[in-house]
Nanobody, 125 residues
């Protein structure tokens, strides 16, 4: 089992920045990939960014490319999501997720076995 705990959410003005953290514990050696997803009120959960734990390769949704950056600290078993130039439409609950197998469908929710509890990000205009 893998446990994921997110932190770093909050209220920020448009144009501001936040950094989310996701600390993994448990069977972290089995992690193959990590991802960030978000869910706004009344909307489906959507892909934001993903990272291959072994290669470090990163992937982004078009809506956040160039503004968000996903990274990892292997020693701390922690994944980060640096969010810059935030917009009101980025307001959502952000979830960290982990998968223990290779998949080219890194942007699909069903590929991830483990999920954090979520952290709220609110961007005011």
């Amino acid at each position: 089992q893998v446990q994921l705990v997110e932190s770093g959410g909050g209220l920020v003005q448009a144009g501001g920045s936040l950094r989310l953290s996701c600390a993994a514990s448990g069977r972290t050696f089995s992690n193959y990939g990590m991802g960030w997803f978000r869910q706004a009120p009344g909307k489906e959960r959507e892909f934001v960014a993903a990272l291959s734990w072994i290669s470090g390769r990163t992937y982004y949704a078009k809506s956040v490319r160039g503004r968000f950056s996903i990274s990892r600290d292997s020693a701390k078993n922690t994944v980060y999501l640096q969010m810059n130039s935030l917009k009101p439409e980025d307001t959502a609950v952000y979830y960290c997720a982990a998968r223990s197998h290779y998949s080219s469908d890194y942007d699909r929710l069903y590929e991830y076995e483990y999920w954090g509890q979520g952290t709220q990000v609110t961007v005011s205009s």
